[in-house]
């Protein structure tokens, strides 16, 4: 059973004025997916589920650059016998958990 509140969500998210999807598609056809979802569960989930992991990654991608650049920069230093300097692993460390944010 389909939740009037997920479509909500759906429908604000990717079609709303912001909206990636709907401003570099066919907002009409997107319209008709989600509607084809919702309705008869006549479209596929994932394709819903990638819609929303797209405008969540845009919304967010401007936040997270502007954090990436608050950290200090990779040392460049030679590698030693294939080991990585250990200030390199500790940046790239960071890298890793702010893409996890």
Known sequence: MRV??????VERTVLG????????WNRSALQELIA???ERAAAPAQQIGALLSF?????EL????????????????????????ADRSQSALQLIELAAV
């Open 55 to 59: 405008e969540y990654y845009h919304r």
């Open 17 to 24: 004025p912001h909206a990636v999807a709907a401003n570099a």
């Open 4 to 9: 009037p509140e997920g479509r909500d969500l």
């Open 62 to 85: 401007p936040q997270r650059l502007r954090r990436l650049k608050s950290l200090p920069p990779l040392q460049e230093t030679p590698v030693r016998d294939g080991a990585i300097n």
């Open 36 to 38: 084809r979802w919702h």
